[in-house]
T-cell receptor, first 114, second 119 residues
């Protein structure tokens, strides 16, 4: 079974600083995808970034980058130059290829302070 | 990213009534949609996979007669909470799988969610 672990407590981040959100996963399948989603207080889930298990390079999407360490089974999200609008819950998720069902971690709360 | 619309965003109903929630993919076709439930301060729990033109696949422990799913077209899936009771009060959120992103794991795009309160 897939298992996603996000254990960091709530985080306060200074505006314009970078923040790293930890995510580890457990799987024996060689083919999988890793996703990060943002959920602001309004509730919608916003897709941020994707990393495939066979991707050689770390994914980047604007201010978001993913630090993928396959041997350690970690997929940490890095948000650079934090903005007040980045305050939200951030969820790490994983799916198996050919399945597409997502398993979510418990989330990380981020609060950006001016 | 793709756009998924979910309606209504908020509903209050009396115990024993049924509530229908709609999930639409607005700018792409979705053969597969997913329905999740989220309790306060918790993660998303997958309830069922909605497949266009066929029966939904429910996760273990989810009552299929309580949560009826219909995926009648390539852009619309509906979740009906039948005979709702206070314990069904929750945040329900849908997603649609975008096969145009097959090179990126078939990204699931989410609706804005529905907050259901059963009195």
């Amino acid at each position: 079974a897939q298992k996603i672990t996000q254990t960091q407590p709530g985080m306060f981040v200074q505006e314009k600083e970078a923040v790293t959100l930890d995510c580890t996963y457990d799987t024996s399948d060689p083919s999988y995808g890793l996703f990060w989603y943002k959920q602001p207080s309004s509730g919608e889930m916003i897709f941020l970034i994707y990393q495939g298990s066979y991707d050689q390079q770390n994914a980047t999407e604007g201010r978001y980058s993913l630090n993928f360490q396959k041997a350690r089974k970690s997929a940490n999200l890095v948000i650079s130059a934090s903005q007040l609008g980045d305050s939200a819950m951030y969820f790490c998720a994983m799916s198996y290829y050919g399945n597409n069902r997502l398993a979510f971690g418990k989330g990380n709360q981020v609060v950006v302070i001016p | 990213g793709a756009v998924v619309s979910q309606h209504p965003s908020w509903v209050i109903c009396k115990s024993g009534t049924s509530v229908k929630i709609e999930c639409r993919s607005l700018d792409f076709q979705a053969t597969t949609m997913f329905w999740y439930r989220q309790f306060p301060k918790q993660s998303l729990m997958l309830m069922a996979t909605s497949n266009e033109g066929s029966k939904a696949t429910y996760e273990q422990g989810v009552e299929k007669d309580k949560f009826l799913i219909n995926h009648a077209s390539l852009t619309l899936s509906t979740l009906t909470v039948t005979s709702a009771h206070p314990e069904d009060s929750s945040f329900y959120i849908c997603s649609a799988r975008d096969l145009r992103t097959s090179g990126r794991g078939n990204i699931q795009y989410f609706g804005a969610g529905t907050r259901l309160s059963v009195l």
